[in-house]
């Protein structure tokens, strides 16, 4: 059974950092692309980076570019997130998915998340 | 990148009504439009994909439809587990866009 177990959230102040991780079981974790998508409180759904199967390929939202940093670990079965230069509008809870499959771009198992609250 | 407008934003029903969820894109995306359902506190669930294709295990009353720019999200005969906010979700192009959600409440 697929299992993705996001870890690392808390209160971080303004300019802050963070690494989430996502630990994934219950599948071939090095088969997959992976992403990372967080949820505002009380907001929709942003997606906000991705990294193929052995890490060659990435992409992220312009929101993040730059401050936000993807990595997976396949040995570990395990997908980071790095988080720097943190703001008041990141606060969100943070969920890893897989792509259903390489060759798509949506999402057919999710982690419960993680949260992240940025303030002073 | 691609905008996302789902209509309506919010909307009441009842056990047993059926209900549309449409979700416009502002440019052309073929069938690469998928659907999610999200309760409360807990993350989404893929429900259809390529626009019109189940994940297993979905209950046969959802459906999807449309291509281009205007596609349709139908529930037949609301189960009470149906009550949820809904969200459309393009894989086109990156970035990777969602509509803003659209709430159905009893």
């Known amino acids: 059974q697929v299992h993705l177990v996001e870890s690392g959230g808390g209160l971080v102040k303004p300019g802050g950092s963070l690494r989430l991780s996502c630990e994934a079981s219950?599948?071939?974790?090095?088969?997959?692309?992976m992403s990372w998508i967080r949820q505002g409180p009380g907001k929709g759904l942003e997606w906000l980076s991705y990294?193929?199967?052995?890490?060659?390929?990435?992409n992220y939202a312009d929101s993040v570019k730059g401050r936000f940093t993807i990595f997976r670990d396949n040995a570990r079965n395990s997908l980071y997130l790095h988080v720097n230069g943190l703001r008041a509008e990141d606060t969100a809870v943070y969920y890893c998915?897989?792509?259903?499959?390489?060759?798509?771009?949506?999402?057919?198992?999710w982690g419960q998340g993680t949260p992240v609250t940025v303030s002073s | 990148d691609i905008q996302l407008t789902q209509s309506p934003s919010s909307l009441s029903a009842s056990v047993g009504d059926r209900v549309r969820i449409t979700c416009r894109a502002s440019?052309?995306?073929?069938?690469?439009l998928n659907w999610y359902q999200q309760k409360p506190g807990k993350a989404p669930t893929l429900l259809i994909h390529?626009?019109?294709t189940f994940q297993i295990g979905v209950p046969s009353r959802f459906s999807g439809s449309g291509s281009g720019t205007q596609f349709t999200l139908t529930i037949d005969s609301l189960e009470p587990e149906d009550f949820a906010t809904y969200y459309c979700?393009?894989?086109?192009?990156?970035?990777?866009?969602f509509g803003q959600g659209t709430k159905l409440e009893i």
């Open positions: 998915a897989r792509h259903q499959n390489v060759n798509s771009v949506f999402f057919d198992h």
């Open positions: 219950g599948f071939r974790f090095s088969d997959y692309y």
């Open positions: 990294v193929s199967v052995d890490s060659t390929y990435t």
């Open positions: 440019q052309g995306i073929t069938n690469s």
């Open positions: 390529a626009a019109s």
């Open positions: 979700q393009q894989s086109y192009s990156t970035p990777i866009t």
